[in-house]
């Protein structure tokens, strides 16, 4: 009996120990935010996005044919502004506008990264867009994984013409109970973004898609926010994954989609 106490309070210390760890390094261990910068793409110009804490993040941006749209652009979690490029070559081809963002504590930029400095670097690119006379009834907002959060909340404070989330998820939360059962993680986690109480209050068109095989962000967590709002239609694509973004056929759709809205001229 001893012994088996003994075990228990060596595992009580462990799991208390994990507990520490998870909550007090939460912002490290959630956003793995990779350092390189990504060099220019053909076709882009570089711009600076001012903050209204005073950072600058480095852009990416690609005027829009006359008539067309603009598209601005929330990478995931481990994203760079190369892997938006990607993401987005349909849309540039189609001769959609582009903005590519990249977040405070990414490629070099200061800051620390987190739900409100995401939101606040949203903010000036929407600010920024609007000064270039982009206005919002030619502006679409698109997210993928850990962007979603960043894109649904844009699109709630700044009305655009369309919202495009890829592999959506119902709040960050919800991505770590399925990944850390064991772990109380909806008490822990400061961040949050929750996309299930924020698409309900959106009346824009909106598209989601989700692969069936995500392993990253669960296929069902996508199918449950589409559900949340009329104003949504769902794309489900089988056996794709977490990397659904780069996909060409999801590319296509998007396009499709966009091209049914009848923005611009």
């Known amino acids: 009996m001893a012994i088996l106490m003994r075990l228990l309070g060596f595992g009580a210390i462990a799991y208390l120990a994990v507990l520490t760890v998870l909550f007090v390094f939460q912002s490290r261990l959630i956003y793995p935010a990779p350092q390189t910068q990504s060099a220019l793409p053909k076709g882009f ?7 209204g804490d005073g950072l600058h ?3 990416f941006y690609r005027a829009a044919v006359t008539g067309q749209p603009t598209l601005v652009y929330f990478h995931g979690n481990s994203g760079t502004l190369a892997g ?23 490629a070099g930029h200061g800051g620390e990264p987190g739900e409100e400095g995401f939101y606040r ?7 920024w867009l609007q000064r270039q006379g982009v206005a919002a009834d030619l502006t679409i907002i698109r997210g993928n ?20 989330l890829t592999a959506p998820f119902a709040s960050l939360p919800d991505v770590a109970a399925d990944k850390l059962p064991l772990f109380p993680v909806r008490l822990l986690m400061r961040d949050t ?13 909106i598209l989601i898609q989700h692969g069936t095989a995500d392993q ?21 694509y ?5 990397g659904l973004a780069f996909e060409r056929v999801s590319g296509e759709a998007r396009v499709q989609w966009v091209r049914g809205l009848g923005l611009g001229s």
């Open 193 to 205: 973004f929750d996309n299930a109480a924020k698409l309900p209050k959106l009346s824009m068109p």
């Open 121 to 127: 670097d949203g903010d000036a690119a929407l600010a």
């Open 45 to 51: 110009e570089e711009v600076v996005i001012a903050t």
């Open 145 to 164: 994984s850990l962007g979603t959060g960043v894109a649904a909340e844009m699109a709630l404070r700044h009305q655009p013409a369309a919202l495009i």
């Open 84 to 106: 938006a490029k990607v993401a987005t070559e349909p849309f540039a081809e189609a001769g959609v506008g582009l903005l590519l963002l990249e977040y405070r504590g990414y």
């Open 57 to 59: 993040l480095r852009s």
């Open 216 to 236: 990253v962000v669960p296929f069902e967590q996508g199918l449950a926010v589409s559900r949340t709002n009329p104003a949504i239609e769902f794309q489900r």
């Open 238 to 242: 089988e056996r794709s994954g977490h």
